[in-house]
């Protein structure tokens, strides 16, 4: 099945650390090309796709298009998911994720529908039906019904990684810092009175 919000932590896009804007600021583009490409290793792996997709920087001419799914055919030998380079100077990493999020999506119907028995719901004839509107004939982009499933999916998992997951993990860590600043506190004080003590002895 393909991946919702939910599975945000089981496909165990919650530990790679660069799409969090504090790393991701520090990354140039071919890097954050490389964060993309673990994210959409992880979610292929969850949805138990081959992790068969290629992620690539692209100038579009286009400037409005920000990622395209490409399915390898006899000219392209693979699968690929392109971002384009203004997605990727960007430094809020949520664009990007999004956008790859998208284009997974993509990938997974793909998938489904040249692989029968593989996807478990009745959305299969849907897509079918929808197949000529799909991505690269982008006139029929707002109408098609493939582009709302990758849209949904774009919203979900942006939402909760940026207003759960990430805040979540934040506030995790400053409480691990408070709790050692208190331990060494605690051990300060712990040293001190015994120091008091020792030197009342030896006044003794
Ligand atoms: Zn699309």
């Known amino acids: 099945m393909y991946i919702r919000s939910e599975y945000i932590e089981e496909a165990k896009i919650d530990q790679i650390q660069e799409l969090r804007p504090e790393q991701w600021q520090k990354l140039n583009t071919s890097d954050r090309c490389a ?5 959409a290793d992880a979610i292929a792996e969850f949805e138990g796709r081959p992790k068969d997709v290629i992620v690539a920087e692209m100038y579009f001419f286009d400037s409005k298009t920000k990622g395209e799914f490409h399915p390898k055919d006899e000219t392209l030998k693979t699968n690929t998911i392109l971002i384009s380079h203004e997605v990727l100077k960007c430094d809020d ?3 990007a994720f999004g956008v790859l999020v ?4 993509h990938a997974y119907i793909c998938h ?10 009745q959305e299969q004839d849907i897509w079918l039906k929808d197949r000529q509107n799909a991505h690269a004939k982008s006139p029929g ?3 098609s019904e ?3 499933y990758c849209d949904l999916a774009q919203k979900s998992l942006v939402d909760r990684l940026k207003k759960e997951v990430h805040p ?4 995790k860590e400053q409480l691990a810092i408070l709790l050692y600043l208190c331990q060494e506190k605690q ?4 040293i001190q009175a015994q120091k008091q003590k020792d030197e009342k002895e030896r006044d003794r």
């Open 35 to 39: 964060v993309l490409q673990k994210c």
């Open 102 to 105: 998208h284009e997974s999506r």
């Open 187 to 190: 051990a300060a004080l712990e």
């Open 93 to 95: 990493p949520y664009i």
């Open 146 to 148: 493939i582009e709302k």
């Open 168 to 171: 979540q993990q934040r506030s």
């Open 112 to 121: 489904a529908m040249d692989t029968p028995g593989f996807h478990p719901g």
């Open 141 to 143: 982009r707002a109408s």
